[in-house]
């Protein structure tokens, strides 16, 4: 079964702390994984790609195949990244199709 | 651009009643997506388009219908409303649908069926 899986509803971290945001899949292809985040008050924004190996405001992802993990991190949390973080997973090559985890909540208190 | 565009951003509608989500973009992108969130369940894929006159089904379509006549429109059409369509209703456009590709999207609709 294709499924992506984020076990936290809710991080609340305070600011400067690491931060890490679980996301497991299921998936018997080649994987290629995203995490998308919304702000208050923002549309859905992709923040960053597995595919493209990128460090985004300084979040990263890495994708552990054996673990079935794509876990984002940040080694100093700030509290502009309080927001809601999405785990997706794209299960076809010539449609776009997504499937998204139900979502973290991170929070970054002062 | 404006990018994807929703309307309306709020709607109440009563069991049975039927309306359409209007959902457009100005970035000339074939695929286009409609997904459904409800609290606490993440994104789920209602239907899709792969370009002008060409749908096909997502993970949960059932009671919903889809067009695409043109490029830029992609509008969702609940014919009997039901209480189960109380949701968040966010549209996305992508550029090639491939793999990598990333998709944008609306500011969302929030559907409230009594």
């Known amino acids: 079964a294709q499924r992506v899986t984020q076990p936290e509803k809710l991080l609340s971290v305070f600011k400067g702390a690491p931060v890490e945001l679980k996301c497991n899949y299921s998936?018997?292809?080649?994987?290629?994984l995203f995490w998308y985040v919304q702000y208050s008050r923002q549309r859905l924004q992709l923040l960053l790609r597995?595919?493209s190996r990128e460090s985004i405001k300084g979040f990263t992802a890495d994708l552990n195949k054996g673990e079935t993990s794509f876990h984002l991190k940040k080694p100093f949390a700030q509290e502009e990244d309080s927001a809601m973080y999405y785990c997706?997973?794209?299960?076809?090559?010539?449609?776009?199709?997504?499937?998204f985890g139900q979502g973290t909540t991170l929070q970054v208190k002062p | 651009n404006a990018g994807v565009t929703q309307t309306p951003k709020f709607r109440i509608l009563k069991i049975g009643q039927s309306m359409t989500l209007q959902c457009a973009q100005d970035?000339?992108?074939?695929?286009m997506y409609w997904y459904r969130q409800d609290p606490g369940m993440g994104l789920k894929l209602i239907y899709y388009?792969?370009?002008?006159?060409?749908?096909d089904k997502g993970e949960v379509p059932n009671g919903y219908n889809v067009s695409r006549s043109t490029t830029e429109d992609f509008p969702l059409r609940l014919e009997l409303a039901a209480p189960s369509q109380t949701s968040v209703y966010f549209c996305?456009?992508?550029?090639?649908?491939?793999?990598?590709?990333?998709?944008?999207f609306g500011p969302g609709t929030r559907l409230t069926v009594l």
């Open positions: 996305a456009s992508s550029n090639t649908g491939g793999a990598g590709d990333t998709q944008y």
């Open positions: 998936y018997s292809g080649s994987p290629e």
């Open positions: 597995h595919i």
């Open positions: 997706a997973l794209s299960v076809s090559s010539n449609t776009g199709k997504l499937i």
């Open positions: 970035m000339n992108h074939n695929y």
């Open positions: 388009s792969v370009g002008a006159g060409i749908t």
